[in-house]
């Protein structure tokens, strides 16, 4: 079993408190979040944008390997997981993810493409952790 870890720290009210969240792995350490980075425009990070990194270096990955499997190797994959919050009864929801995928193939096929995109968007480990929130995709091949 693999484990990886990330790390927050909290202090002081919702609105007037400051955090601080960190990577195992050193990549993040003590990035500061807060209130106006999540709901405002505030310098710093937020669990919605670092969920959307995640979801798109998984789903790159996927589909990497899923290419792979039919001897194909891209010259580049780009995804932009665009994460949805929106208010509801009791709070706020990640109702929604879209996925934006751009990628240079050679000797991929639309067809052979867009299959190997879908199959790494339902299979990705954070599409399958994700599964409650609608996560959709836009796939185009270069």
């Keep these: 079993m693999i484990k990886k870890t990330g790390s927050a720290k909290w202090s ?43 979801h798109a270096g998984c789903f790159s990955m996927a589909l990497s390997n899923i290419l792979g499997e039919k001897d194909l ?14 208010k509801q009864d009791g709070g706020f929801a990640i109702t929604k993810i879209h996925l934006e995928l751009t990628a240079k193939i050679p000797g991929a096929s639309d067809e052979v493409f867009q299959e190997c995109a879908k199959t790494a968007e339902k299979n990705c480990p954070v599409s399958k952790v994700l599964a409650g929130a609608e996560i959709s995709m836009t796939a185009t091949l270069l």
Excluded: H
């Excluded at 190797?73 to 929106?86: C, P």
């Design 12 to 54: 002081g009210g919702l609105k007037d408190g400051k955090g601080s969240v960190s990577t195992q792995s050193g990549a993040l350490k003590d990035q500061p979040y807060g209130f106006n980075t999540r709901f405002e425009d505030g310098a710093g990070t937020n669990p919605e944008e670092l969920i959307g990194a995640a």
């Design 73 to 86: 190797v891209a010259d580049e994959i780009a995804t932009t997981a665009t994460v949805m919050m929106e």
